[in-house]
T-cell receptor, first 110, second 115 residues
Framework: GQNIDQPTEMTATEGAIVQINCTYQ??????LFWYQQHAGEAPTFLSY????GLEEKGRFSSFLSRSKGYSYLLLKELQMKDSASYLC???????????FGAGTTVTVRA | DGGITQSPKYLFRKEGQNVTLSCEQN?????MYWYRQDPGQGLRLIYY???????QKGDIAEGYSVSREKKESFPLTVTSAQKNPTAFYLC??????????????FGPGTRLTVL
């Protein structure tokens, strides 16, 4: 099984940078995903890491260290529309199912 | 347009009744999944299927049943045995082969309220 931890809430100012950490303990690992979920809506895919290092995609970057069981999602130049819940998910090595953390609610203030 | 549809968006049922939630995808994905989300919590896996006519229990399968008779469809039945059925239910699908992340795509969800 998987044990995934991430902070419950974070608040930041428009234009700033926020880093959301995710730690995991897993019996098997085949990739780590970050999803964004606005209230009452479906999660949407943001990023994927399977090898150590940083993946950059526009204002969003994601980092993975497999040896430390650690990832972070970096949101730069925050906009009001970035206010949402951010879900960290780990994929099992043996099949395609995901285990999700409880999510981090990010609130962007003007 | 390709995507995943779930219907209905809101569903109300009386306690003790079974109810079936619909999930259809036209993305030609092999795998389909059902999750439950409660307020302030992450997604918990109910059932998943990687191929037609086969499915596996997730972490919280008790009180639920599924079928996978067609590749495009993966309906979820919430039975009267489910003790706390009121929740937001999300269906997802993904590829299971080839290179790349094979990320899961989610439907819009069904919010079930049992009165």
């Amino acid at each position: 099984g998987q044990n995934i931890d991430q902070p419950t809430e974070m608040t930041a100012t428009e234009g700033a940078i926020v880093q959301i950490n995710c730690t995991y303990q897993t019996s098997g690992f085949n990739g780590l995903f970050w999803y964004q979920q606005h209230a009452g809506e479906a999660p949407t895919f943001l990023s994927y890491n399977v090898l150590d290092g940083l993946e950059e995609k526009g204002r969003f970057s994601s980092f993975l260290s497999r040896s430390k069981g650690y990832s972070y999602l970096l949101l730069k130049e925050l906009q009001m529309k970035d206010s949402a819940s951010y879900l960290c998910a780990v994929r099992d090595r043996n099949d395609y199912k995901l285990s999700f953390g409880a999510g981090t609610t990010v609130t962007v203030r003007a | 347009d390709g995507g995943i549809t779930q219907s209905p968006k809101y569903l109300f049922r009386k306690e003790g009744q079974n109810v079936t939630l619909s999930c259809e995808q036209n993305l030609n994905h092999d795998a389909m999944y059902w999750y439950r989300q409660d307020p302030g919590q992450g997604l918990r896996l109910i059932y998943y299927s990687q191929i037609v006519n086969d499915f596996q229990k997730g972490d919280i399968a008790e009180g639920y049943s599924v079928s996978r008779e067609k590749k495009e469809s993966f309906p979820l039945t919430v039975t009267s045995a489910q003790k706390n059925p009121t929740a937001f239910y999300l269906c997802a699908s993904s590829w299971t082969s080839g290179r790349g992340p094979n990320e899961q795509f989610f439907g819009p969800g069904t919010r079930l309220t049992v009165l």
